[in-house]
């Protein structure tokens, strides 16, 4: 009868791993009696040379890294020694505060892999041996596979930025948010309020589109308008979003539409923030808390454009963050204004989509962008803007960060199905990137 040859079989060393506990827990089981529980549990057909190899390392095996259960080779020392050192240097970047991204740790990885080849003569001459022996290319890809297996033995995860912290004086920062603190600790919560502005291209949609054929581009349309928000820290009380345009009245608004009815619309040249619109602003928000005879605190940053012009206020207190320390301490930018972004996104989308289905241009008109501030800016919930308030340290408020990361989550998973309806091609990241347009 012809010998049958096995089939090669690779084995993982998670594989290899199983193999030395199982003869730990039985050590009078035969070779023959391995063989088989390898072929039953784990589903490799093995033979005795191959069990024999396996034990002879068995504390090898006993001690290796469950994340490379899976691996099918062992790492040779010198990307031992490139891992650890790249390790060591994102552990002292990430001390010191700054931002580690995948293409950052992969060039890093090349730095160090060139000084560990350079390190000796011996370990240059010898490194094509030691690679072929070890199975692995001589020329070492540093992928992102690779990348993405380094972070996992080591527990390094990726984790969302909210604001746009930048390198400020972490001092002052401190000293800043102390010193806000005392101001703050003398009013309730809810009567304490941050207003700021943001960019808004009230018509750009997503940049790409799926076709059998090529197509010509169109220029992204980027008509801005600037809004500003102004809300409590319990999230109870949201102000009326203010809209400020180049246009008195455009032609969209007809002879009916009345934009008081969503917010309060400004017009200038430039449709920024004057210093001439945010003192008629104050002097509405004073006129409503006399009424409700209440004195509130608005936290604002120090811009030329917040100053007053010749009003005085009876019933707010404005109180400004210290220079260069916005990004820290401003809860709008602390993820309130990520939030309502990714509402008005979803919403452009599905309309959108609904131009497609209809055959209509895909544009909408400012008129139809005043409806979806409003409603954007209504759908922000109050758990987002208690943990915006908690983010930036100005409060101690009951934390409730992981309710806050579910309803992230769900509005951009919401707005990553809506794009793939309009453009099925989109990337993962589509919606996140989408919500950071502006």
């Known amino acids: 009868m012809a010998h049958v040859k096995r089939k ?27 063989m088989a529980w390898a072929k039953e549990a784990l589903r490799i057909d093995v033979g005795k040379s191959t069990i024999y190899d396996v034990l002879r390392e068995k504390d090898k095996w006993l001690s290796s890294d469950p994340a490379d259960s899976q ?27 700054a931002v580690v991204s ?6 890093k990885a090349r730095i160090f892999g060139t000084a560990l080849g350079k390190q000796t003569s011996s370990l240059r001459l010898h490194l094509n041996i030691i690679l072929s022996a070890a199975g692995v290319s001589a020329d070492f890809n540093y992928s992102r596979g690779w990348v993405a297996k380094f ?36 009013y309730q919560m809810c009567d304490v309020y941050n207003l700021d502005e943001t960019t808004l291209f009230f018509k750009l949609g997503p940049s790409s589109t799926l076709s059998t054929a090529p197509v010509s581009g169109t220029k992204n349309d980027k008509q801005r308008v600037t809004v500003a928000l102004v809300g409590n820290a319990t999230g109870t009380h949201k102000v009326k979003p203010i809209v400020i345009a180049k246009a008195k009245r455009p032609r969209c608004f007809g002879k009916r539409f009345d934009p008081a009815i969503y917010c309060q619309y400004y017009h200038n040249k430039t449709a920024w923030m004057t210093s001439s619109v945010f003192t008629d602003v104050m002097r509405k928000l004073d006129n409503l808390f006399r009424m409700e005879q209440r004195h509130v605190l608005i936290v604002l940053d120090n811009a030329g454009c917040h100053k007053l012009d010749g009003l005085e206020l009876t019933h707010i207190n404005l109180v400004y963050l210290p220079p260069n320390t ?9 993820g309130i204004f990520r939030a309502f972004k990714a509402h008005y996104r979803r919403q452009l989308v599905r309309e959108y989509i609904q131009c497609a289905e209809e055959g209509k241009p895909q544009t909408v008109d400012l008129r139809w962008s005043l409806r979806a501030i409003a409603s954007s800016w209504k759908e922000v919930t ?48 589509a919606a996140e990137n989408f919500v950071a347009e502006d």
């Open 102 to 107: 995948d293409d950052m740790l992969i060039e």
């Open 151 to 186: 972070k996992e033995r080591n527990n390094i995860k990726s984790h969302k930025m909210h604001g746009e912290s930048g390198d400020v004086d972490r001092t002052a920062v401190a000293d800043g948010r102390e010193r806000l603190s005392r101001v703050i600790a003398s």
């Open 326 to 334: 916005t990004s820290h301490l401003q809860p709008l930018d602390a």
């Open 71 to 97: 691996a099918k080779r062992a790492r040779i020392p010198m990307f031992t020694k490139l891992e650890e050192a790249l390790f060591s240097w994102f552990c002292e970047v990430r001390s010191r505060h």
């Open 382 to 429: 109050q758990c987002s803007i208690e943990n915006c308030w908690r983010r930036s340290g100005l409060l101690c408020l009951s934390p409730s960060e992981q309710e806050d990361e579910v309803e992230e989550n769900m509005t951009l998973a919401e707005l990553q199905r809506a794009i793939r309806t309009l453009h099925p091609g989109a990337p993962e990241n």
């Open 8 to 34: 090669r079989c690779p084995m993982t060393t998670g594989h290899k791993k199983s193999i030395c506990e199982r003869r730990g827990s039985k050590p009078c089981e035969s070779i023959p009696s391995l």
